[in-house]
Structures are given as C-alpha cells and as structure tokens.
C-alpha cells in the first residue's frame, strides 16, 4: 500500500531564514505528488504539484520542491520564510490516472521565531 | 465563484444521533471526495465520487454513507454517531482526479 512519511512534527525557523520541509513516498511507481498548507482553523490550500517533466516545480507563496525519484523524495523549500508562512504543511500522492483520493502525510508543524 | 462549500462549520452531537455533513462545489467538478483529519494525523479518505450516481469506499468508509444524486452536492451521512467519529471533516473537489480543492472543513464532536 502506498503511504506518506513526513519526518518532521514540528519545525522552528528563524523568519529570514530558509526552510525545507521533508517528504517521502513509497509507491509502485511514481505518482503525482503535492503540497498542500494549512493555516488554522482553515482548509488546505495547494502550494504546488508535479505531475511529470521538470523535477524542480514552482508554487505559491515563493515555495518550490524538488522530486528525487531515485530517493522517492518530494522536498519542500522556500529561501526566506515569512511570519505568515507559520502553518500546517502535508505532502500528499495520488496514483496516477486514478480517480482515487490522496493520500497525505501526517503533517509538520511550521513554527516562525521573530 | 464560491469553488467547495461545506455546511455546518460547527456540530456537537449526543451518541447515537445521526447527521448529514453538506458538500457543495460551483466549478462543475466531477470528482469529489470526503475526508477526515484526526489531531497528529494526515487526512483519510473516506468516500469519493466520480460522478453523480457512482460512488465508492475509501480508507475509512465504516460508520458513514454517501450519495451523489447531482454533479454539484456531495452529502456525508452519519448514522448512529459514535466518539470515535470526533474529527474535523473536508470535502473536496477535482476536475479529471487531478489537484484537489478542499472546503473550510466541518468540526464534530460526538458526546
């Protein structure tokens, strides 16, 4: 079966400072992967997808990850983070060609310090 | 457009009563999708649909009934609430099963 594992719970950063945020998958093949930021007492947002191609994606909010197949990675980074930045981030897959829901990854926890 | 609305916001049911979550979505979406999210935890699929009339079981169906009778309503039943069914619930919606948009969620608790 497929599933998520994000190793962090929590994660502090200094506001300026970068950030990345992990994520690993285990699948039979490569599904599409996502990013998705949860703010509290709010829904998900999208932060940004890969479906395919260029293994360096861009999304929202100045985020990027990078897809590693050959480590069935998906990691999340941002140069600079912002107070605002401070929220619930999940990595979730999908089993391409499937109309099948996602599968997420438990969650880590972004702390900013001032 | 107001893209996946969900009623109510907010619930507090006694053991044993029964309830339906509203879903709702405006972007003529086919796919839809229920979900749970427990503390600590990621979200769990729990129902989906890829049309109205066909619906199927996620990870974690037992407890819950759905229908899909129009492209746009996607009605999460609770029959007989039990503790364990304490969870904020998300609905979501997707055009070809692709990205998921997700509503502002339901908060239960079951007492």
């Known amino acids: 079966a497929q599933s998520v594992t994000q190793p962090d719970i929590h994660i502090t950063v200094s506001e300026g400072a970068s950030l990345e945020l992990r994520c690993n998958y285990s699948?039979?093949?490569?599904?599409?992967l996502f990013w998705y930021v949860q703010s509290p007492g709010q829904g998900l947002q999208l932060l940004l997808k890969?479906?395919?191609?260029?293994?360096l994606v861009q999304g929202i909010k100045g985020f990027e990850a990078e897809f590693k197949r050959s480590q069935s990675s998906f990691n999340l980074r941002k140069p600079s983070v912002h107070w605002s930045d401070a929220a619930e981030y999940f990595c979730?897959?999908?089993?391409?060609?499937?109309?099948?829901?996602?599968?997420f990854g438990k969650g880590t926890h972004l702390i900013i310090q001032p | 457009n107001a893209g996946v609305t969900q009623t109510p916001k907010f619930r507090i049911l006694k053991i044993g009563q029964s309830m339906t979550l509203q879903c709702a979505q405006d972007m003529n979406h086919n796919y839809m999708y229920w979900y749970r999210q427990d503390p600590g935890m990621g979200l769990k699929l729990i129902y989906y649909?890829?049309?109205?009339?066909?619906?199927d079981k996620g990870e974690v169906p037992n407890g819950y009934n759905v229908s899909r009778s129009t492209t746009e309503d996607f009605p999460l039943r609770l029959e007989l609430a039990a503790p364990s069914q304490t969870s904020v619930y998300f609905c979501?919606?997707?055009?070809?099963?692709?990205?998921?948009?997700f509503g502002p969620g339901t908060r239960l608790t079951v007492l």
């Open positions: 649909s890829v049309g109205a009339g066909i619906t």
């Open positions: 979501a919606s997707s055009r070809q099963g692709a990205w998921q948009f």
């Open positions: 979730a897959v999908r089993r391409k060609g499937g109309a099948d829901g996602l599968t």
């Open positions: 699948y039979g093949a490569t599904p599409y």
């Open positions: 890969y479906f395919s191609g260029d293994t």
